[in-house]
Protein backbone atom coordinates (compact mmCIF):
# COMPACT_ATOMS: atom_id res chain seq x y z
CA UNK A 1 0.00 0.00 0.00
CA UNK A 2 1.33 3.12 -0.83
CA UNK A 3 1.47 6.33 1.78
CA UNK A 4 -1.15 7.90 0.25
CA UNK A 5 -3.74 5.40 0.23
CA UNK A 6 -2.65 4.24 4.01
CA UNK A 7 -3.30 8.00 5.20
CA UNK A 8 -6.55 8.06 3.37
CA UNK A 9 -7.73 4.50 5.23
CA UNK A 10 -6.23 5.87 8.36
CA UNK A 11 -8.34 8.57 8.14
CA UNK A 12 -11.25 7.19 7.21
CA UNK A 13 -11.52 4.45 10.39
CA UNK A 14 -10.51 7.65 12.55
CA UNK A 15 -13.62 9.52 11.40
CA UNK A 16 -16.01 6.53 11.56
CA UNK A 17 -14.68 5.37 14.93
CA UNK A 18 -15.22 9.32 16.01
CA UNK A 19 -18.63 8.83 14.81
CA UNK A 20 -19.66 6.06 16.64
CA UNK A 21 -18.62 7.21 19.87
CA UNK A 22 -20.05 10.80 20.76
CA UNK A 23 -17.42 10.14 23.64
CA UNK A 24 -14.28 9.83 21.88
CA UNK A 25 -11.40 12.00 22.01
CA UNK A 26 -10.97 13.72 19.08
CA UNK A 27 -8.55 11.42 16.55
CA UNK A 28 -5.65 13.16 16.56
CA UNK A 29 -4.80 10.80 13.11
CA UNK A 30 -7.84 12.35 11.13
CA UNK A 31 -6.74 15.70 11.95
CA UNK A 32 -3.33 17.76 10.98
CA UNK A 33 -1.79 17.55 14.20
CA UNK A 34 -1.75 20.82 15.81
CA UNK A 35 2.05 22.87 15.85
CA UNK A 36 2.83 22.35 19.22
CA UNK A 37 3.33 26.00 20.90
CA UNK A 38 6.44 27.88 20.26
CA UNK A 39 9.39 26.80 23.06
CA UNK A 40 9.41 30.85 23.36
CA UNK A 41 7.88 33.31 23.59
CA UNK A 42 7.57 35.96 20.95
CA UNK A 43 7.63 39.90 20.42
CA UNK A 44 3.48 40.04 20.49
CA UNK A 45 2.96 38.37 23.69
CA UNK A 46 5.24 41.23 25.37
CA UNK A 47 1.57 42.85 27.00
CA UNK A 48 -0.30 40.16 27.77
CA UNK A 49 2.18 37.64 29.86
CA UNK A 50 1.64 38.98 33.55
CA UNK A 51 4.95 40.49 34.60
CA UNK A 52 6.43 42.17 37.67
CA UNK A 53 9.08 44.99 37.59
CA UNK A 54 10.77 43.91 41.09
CA UNK A 55 12.82 47.33 41.14
CA UNK A 56 11.50 50.62 40.29
CA UNK A 57 10.96 54.11 41.87
CA UNK A 58 7.86 56.11 41.58
CA UNK A 59 8.74 59.08 43.48
CA UNK A 60 5.49 60.83 42.08
CA UNK A 61 2.14 61.28 42.88
CA UNK A 62 1.43 61.31 38.96
CA UNK A 63 -0.45 58.11 37.71
CA UNK A 64 2.09 58.27 34.32
CA UNK A 65 3.93 55.12 35.48
CA UNK A 66 0.98 53.25 36.71
CA UNK A 67 -0.56 53.90 33.59
CA UNK A 68 2.20 52.83 31.43
CA UNK A 69 2.37 49.65 33.82
CA UNK A 70 -1.21 48.80 33.38
CA UNK A 71 -0.60 49.36 29.47
CA UNK A 72 2.57 46.85 29.35
CA UNK A 73 1.32 44.43 32.20
CA UNK A 74 3.45 45.10 34.78
CA UNK A 75 2.97 45.37 38.29
CA UNK A 76 5.71 47.13 40.27
CA UNK A 77 7.69 46.98 43.42
CA UNK A 78 8.37 50.59 44.29
CA UNK A 79 11.71 51.08 46.32
CA UNK A 80 11.87 54.43 48.45
CA UNK A 81 15.80 54.80 49.32
CA UNK A 82 17.44 57.10 51.26
CA UNK A 83 19.58 58.47 48.13
CA UNK A 84 20.44 62.21 48.01
CA UNK A 85 19.60 62.33 44.12
CA UNK A 86 15.92 61.29 45.04
CA UNK A 87 13.19 63.06 47.26
CA UNK A 88 13.05 63.52 50.79
CA UNK A 89 12.39 59.88 52.46
CA UNK A 90 9.08 61.88 53.59
CA UNK A 91 8.21 62.53 50.27
CA UNK A 92 9.45 59.33 48.32
CA UNK A 93 6.87 57.27 51.53
CA UNK A 94 3.98 59.79 50.78
CA UNK A 95 4.26 59.11 46.73
CA UNK A 96 4.36 55.53 47.70
CA UNK A 97 0.96 55.06 49.78
CA UNK A 98 -0.49 57.41 47.20
CA UNK A 99 0.23 55.10 44.52
CA UNK A 100 -0.34 52.08 46.20
CA UNK A 101 -3.69 53.59 47.37
CA UNK A 102 -4.30 54.55 43.95
CA UNK A 103 -3.79 50.57 42.73
CA UNK A 104 -3.12 48.42 45.36
CA UNK A 105 -3.03 45.06 43.09
CA UNK A 106 -0.30 46.57 40.68
CA UNK A 107 1.96 48.52 43.06
CA UNK A 108 3.63 46.72 45.66
CA UNK A 109 5.70 49.56 48.34
CA UNK A 110 9.25 48.87 49.73
CA UNK A 111 9.66 50.86 52.28
CA UNK A 112 13.43 52.40 54.06
CA UNK A 113 15.47 53.95 56.93
CA UNK A 114 17.38 56.38 57.45
CA UNK A 115 21.14 55.66 59.15
CA UNK A 116 20.98 59.01 61.11
CA UNK A 117 21.76 58.70 64.73
CA UNK A 118 22.76 54.61 64.28
CA UNK A 119 24.90 53.85 67.28
CA UNK A 120 23.11 56.74 69.23
CA UNK A 121 20.77 54.75 71.89
CA UNK A 122 17.10 53.52 70.60
CA UNK A 123 18.07 53.63 67.05
CA UNK A 124 17.06 49.97 66.38
CA UNK A 125 14.47 50.81 68.78
CA UNK A 126 12.73 54.07 66.14
CA UNK A 127 13.45 52.36 63.23
CA UNK A 128 11.61 48.90 64.07
CA UNK A 129 8.75 50.67 65.25
CA UNK A 130 8.55 52.55 61.76
CA UNK A 131 9.01 49.68 59.95
CA UNK A 132 6.10 48.18 61.84
CA UNK A 133 4.06 51.17 61.00
CA UNK A 134 4.98 50.79 57.56
CA UNK A 135 4.16 47.05 57.52
CA UNK A 136 1.01 47.94 58.84
CA UNK A 137 0.24 50.45 55.67
CA UNK A 138 1.18 47.68 53.34
CA UNK A 139 4.70 47.57 52.72
CA UNK A 140 6.20 43.95 51.82
CA UNK A 141 9.81 44.66 51.84
CA UNK A 142 12.36 47.21 53.21
CA UNK A 143 15.46 48.78 51.14
CA UNK A 144 18.84 48.97 52.40
CA UNK A 145 21.48 50.80 50.25
CA UNK A 146 24.99 51.30 49.73
CA UNK A 147 25.14 53.98 51.96
CA UNK A 148 26.05 51.37 54.37
CA UNK A 149 29.67 50.54 53.52
CA UNK A 150 30.24 53.04 51.62
CA UNK A 151 29.16 56.29 53.03
CA UNK A 152 27.84 56.85 56.26
CA UNK A 153 29.69 56.60 59.38
CA UNK A 154 30.30 56.21 63.14
CA UNK A 155 33.01 57.69 65.36
CA UNK A 156 35.06 58.05 62.05
CA UNK A 157 34.82 54.79 60.61
CA UNK A 158 32.31 53.57 58.06
CA UNK A 159 29.22 51.58 59.20
CA UNK A 160 29.47 48.30 57.62
CA UNK A 161 26.59 46.04 56.98
CA UNK A 162 27.81 42.89 59.00
CA UNK A 163 28.24 45.71 61.99
CA UNK A 164 25.85 43.71 64.16
CA UNK A 165 24.18 47.14 65.79
CA UNK A 166 22.35 46.49 62.37
CA UNK A 167 21.15 43.01 63.44
CA UNK A 168 17.73 44.10 65.06
CA UNK A 169 16.77 45.84 62.36
CA UNK A 170 17.07 42.53 60.16
CA UNK A 171 15.48 40.87 63.06
CA UNK A 172 12.35 43.39 62.88
CA UNK A 173 12.41 42.87 58.78
CA UNK A 174 12.25 39.29 59.39
CA UNK A 175 9.47 39.08 62.28
CA UNK A 176 7.20 41.64 59.99
CA UNK A 177 7.01 38.62 57.45
CA UNK A 178 9.06 42.03 54.78
CA UNK A 179 11.32 40.85 52.49
CA UNK A 180 15.26 42.70 52.81
CA UNK A 181 16.26 44.36 49.44
CA UNK A 182 19.43 44.89 49.45
CA UNK A 183 21.87 47.00 47.74
CA UNK A 184 25.47 46.91 49.02
CA UNK A 185 28.63 47.71 47.58
CA UNK A 186 28.66 48.51 43.49
CA UNK A 187 28.92 47.13 40.45
CA UNK A 188 33.11 45.64 39.59
CA UNK A 189 33.52 48.35 37.26
CA UNK A 190 33.08 50.73 40.40
CA UNK A 191 36.69 49.67 41.38
CA UNK A 192 38.28 50.64 37.67
CA UNK A 193 39.54 53.41 36.05
CA UNK A 194 36.56 54.96 34.12
CA UNK A 195 38.42 53.66 30.59
CA UNK A 196 38.42 49.78 31.60
CA UNK A 197 34.77 49.75 32.70
CA UNK A 198 32.88 47.03 30.51
CA UNK A 199 29.55 49.47 30.13
CA UNK A 200 28.84 52.72 28.76
CA UNK A 201 25.89 53.33 31.92
CA UNK A 202 28.91 52.44 34.61
CA UNK A 203 31.33 54.84 32.73
CA UNK A 204 28.33 57.82 32.72
CA UNK A 205 27.13 56.63 36.21
CA UNK A 206 30.73 57.18 37.84
CA UNK A 207 31.61 60.32 35.74
CA UNK A 208 28.71 61.96 37.49
CA UNK A 209 29.38 60.39 40.27
CA UNK A 210 32.60 60.64 41.82
CA UNK A 211 32.29 60.43 45.49
CA UNK A 212 31.09 56.67 44.61
CA UNK A 213 33.45 55.82 42.34
CA UNK A 214 35.43 53.97 44.52
CA UNK A 215 38.66 53.87 41.71
CA UNK A 216 39.02 57.15 42.80
CA UNK A 217 39.21 56.21 46.90
CA UNK A 218 41.69 53.23 47.14
CA UNK A 219 41.97 54.20 51.02
CA UNK A 220 38.31 52.76 51.56
CA UNK A 221 36.94 48.82 51.86
CA UNK A 222 37.32 47.33 48.35
CA UNK A 223 34.95 45.23 46.43
CA UNK A 224 35.45 42.18 47.47
CA UNK A 225 35.26 43.46 51.41
CA UNK A 226 31.89 44.72 50.43
CA UNK A 227 31.28 41.36 49.38
CA UNK A 228 32.33 39.94 52.18
CA UNK A 229 30.57 42.32 54.80
CA UNK A 230 27.09 41.71 52.51
CA UNK A 231 27.57 37.59 52.45
CA UNK A 232 28.58 37.81 57.06
CA UNK A 233 25.03 39.80 56.75
CA UNK A 234 22.55 37.00 54.99
CA UNK A 235 24.42 33.94 56.82
CA UNK A 236 23.66 35.74 59.91
CA UNK A 237 20.09 35.57 58.96
CA UNK A 238 19.67 33.27 56.92
CA UNK A 239 15.53 32.87 57.91
CA UNK A 240 15.57 36.36 56.12
CA UNK A 241 14.43 36.61 52.68
CA UNK A 242 16.65 38.46 51.01
CA UNK A 243 17.08 39.82 47.49
CA UNK A 244 20.15 41.21 46.49
CA UNK A 245 19.26 44.13 44.10
CA UNK A 246 21.60 44.75 41.27
CA UNK A 247 22.22 40.89 40.54
CA UNK A 248 24.43 41.37 44.07
CA UNK A 249 26.58 43.52 42.64
CA UNK A 250 28.25 40.40 41.64
CA UNK A 251 26.94 41.61 37.82
CA UNK A 252 30.14 40.78 35.78
CA UNK A 253 30.29 36.82 37.09
CA UNK A 254 26.95 34.70 36.27
CA UNK A 255 29.45 32.11 38.21
CA UNK A 256 29.53 34.61 40.68
CA UNK A 257 26.03 35.13 40.73
CA UNK A 258 25.46 30.97 40.54
CA UNK A 259 27.71 30.87 43.77
CA UNK A 260 25.96 33.18 45.89
CA UNK A 261 23.26 31.70 45.09
CA UNK A 262 23.89 27.79 45.89
CA UNK A 263 25.32 29.21 49.16
CA UNK A 264 22.26 31.27 50.58
CA UNK A 265 19.32 29.51 49.75
CA UNK A 266 16.72 31.84 51.30
CA UNK A 267 17.96 34.76 48.87
CA UNK A 268 17.33 35.79 45.06
CA UNK A 269 18.72 38.71 43.30
CA UNK A 270 16.92 41.01 40.94
CA UNK A 271 18.46 42.63 37.39
CA UNK A 272 18.28 45.89 37.90
CA UNK A 273 20.27 48.10 35.48
CA UNK A 274 22.68 45.45 35.22
CA UNK A 275 20.63 43.76 32.11
CA UNK A 276 24.24 45.11 29.62
CA UNK A 277 26.26 43.40 31.99
CA UNK A 278 24.31 40.17 31.52
CA UNK A 279 24.70 41.35 27.75
CA UNK A 280 27.93 41.69 27.83
CA UNK A 281 28.91 37.95 29.30
CA UNK A 282 26.06 36.36 26.37
CA UNK A 283 27.86 38.34 23.66
CA UNK A 284 31.35 35.97 24.64
CA UNK A 285 29.55 32.93 25.81
CA UNK A 286 26.00 32.74 24.72
CA UNK A 287 25.32 29.50 25.87
CA UNK A 288 26.70 29.61 29.15
CA UNK A 289 24.64 32.85 30.04
CA UNK A 290 21.41 31.28 28.56
CA UNK A 291 22.34 27.82 30.93
CA UNK A 292 22.81 30.47 34.26
CA UNK A 293 18.93 31.45 33.24
CA UNK A 294 17.37 28.52 33.01
CA UNK A 295 19.61 26.86 35.82
CA UNK A 296 18.75 29.50 38.25
CA UNK A 297 15.12 30.10 36.66
CA UNK A 298 13.59 30.08 40.31
CA UNK A 299 15.88 32.66 42.20
CA UNK A 300 16.17 35.50 39.34
CA UNK A 301 13.93 38.68 39.53
CA UNK A 302 13.07 40.90 36.08
CA UNK A 303 13.77 44.53 37.60
CA UNK A 304 14.99 47.89 35.63
CA UNK A 305 15.73 50.89 38.34
CA UNK A 306 13.14 52.88 35.71
CA UNK A 307 12.48 55.68 37.99
CA UNK A 308 10.14 58.66 37.90
CA UNK A 309 11.01 62.22 40.03
CA UNK A 310 9.17 65.17 40.49
CA UNK A 311 11.66 67.17 38.43
CA UNK A 312 11.19 65.06 35.31
CA UNK A 313 8.05 65.98 35.15
CA UNK A 314 8.71 69.67 35.80
CA UNK A 315 9.84 69.14 31.75
CA UNK A 316 7.25 66.36 30.73
CA UNK A 317 4.23 67.20 32.44
CA UNK A 318 2.38 64.90 31.58
CA UNK A 319 4.56 61.54 31.75
CA UNK A 320 4.57 61.40 27.91
CA UNK A 321 8.11 61.06 27.37
CA UNK A 322 8.98 58.87 30.17
CA UNK A 323 6.11 56.28 29.56
CA UNK A 324 7.81 55.95 26.12
CA UNK A 325 11.32 55.03 27.17
CA UNK A 326 9.78 52.78 29.86
CA UNK A 327 7.61 51.28 27.01
CA UNK A 328 11.21 51.21 24.91
CA UNK A 329 13.13 49.85 27.99
CA UNK A 330 11.15 47.24 29.08
CA UNK A 331 10.26 46.14 25.11
CA UNK A 332 13.97 45.85 24.67
CA UNK A 333 14.46 43.31 27.84
CA UNK A 334 11.77 41.49 26.45
CA UNK A 335 13.93 41.03 23.54
CA UNK A 336 16.76 40.03 24.91
CA UNK A 337 15.33 37.78 27.31
CA UNK A 338 12.15 36.35 25.82
CA UNK A 339 13.32 36.11 22.14
CA UNK A 340 16.00 34.79 20.08
CA UNK A 341 15.92 38.15 17.98
CA UNK A 342 19.25 40.28 17.77
CA UNK A 343 19.41 44.19 18.77
CA UNK A 344 22.12 46.77 19.22
CA UNK A 345 23.06 47.65 22.69
CA UNK A 346 25.02 50.79 22.46
CA UNK A 347 26.06 51.29 25.76
CA UNK A 348 28.27 47.67 25.12
CA UNK A 349 28.45 48.52 21.42
CA UNK A 350 27.69 45.11 20.58
CA UNK A 351 24.82 43.11 19.12
CA UNK A 352 22.87 41.34 21.04
CA UNK A 353 21.24 38.15 20.49
CA UNK A 354 18.11 37.06 22.56
CA UNK A 355 18.41 34.22 25.38
CA UNK A 356 15.08 32.89 24.33
CA UNK A 357 14.31 31.63 27.07
CA UNK A 358 11.58 29.06 27.53
CA UNK A 359 8.10 30.49 28.50
CA UNK A 360 8.09 28.55 31.73
CA UNK A 361 11.53 30.08 32.98
CA UNK A 362 10.37 33.84 31.18
CA UNK A 363 6.97 33.65 33.51
CA UNK A 364 9.39 32.56 36.75
CA UNK A 365 12.24 35.02 36.38
CA UNK A 366 8.80 37.73 35.30
CA UNK A 367 6.52 37.32 37.60
CA UNK A 368 6.45 34.10 40.04
CA UNK A 369 10.04 34.43 41.33
CA UNK A 370 9.06 37.89 42.47
CA UNK A 371 5.64 37.25 43.87
CA UNK A 372 6.83 34.50 46.27
CA UNK A 373 10.58 36.72 47.28
CA UNK A 374 8.59 39.16 48.54
CA UNK A 375 5.22 37.00 49.79
CA UNK A 376 2.70 39.03 47.85
CA UNK A 377 0.40 36.03 47.70
ZN1 LIG B 1 17.23 51.43 42.38
Redesign the pocket.
Known sequence: MNLVSRLLITGAIAVLSACSDPKAEPAAAAAPAKPAPPAHYAMEDFAHVRKLDA?V?VNVMSPAFLEQAREDGFELMS?N?DYPDFPKLADQRAAALAQLKAEPARLHWATTFSMQGFGKPGWADKINAALAADAAQGAKAVKIWKNVGMLEKYRGKLIMLDDPAISPVADQVQKLGLTLIG?LGEPHNCWLPLEQMTTDNDREYFANHPQYHMYLHPELPGYEDQIKARDNFVAAHPQLRFVG?HLGSLEYDVDRIAAFLDRFPNANVDM??RMSQVQYQSVRDYEKVRHFFVEYQDRLLYGT?L?LNPDELATDANGAEFKRSAHDFWTRDWRYLATDESQRVEIIKADVRGLALPREVIDKVYYANARRAFALD
Open positions: HHIVHAAADT
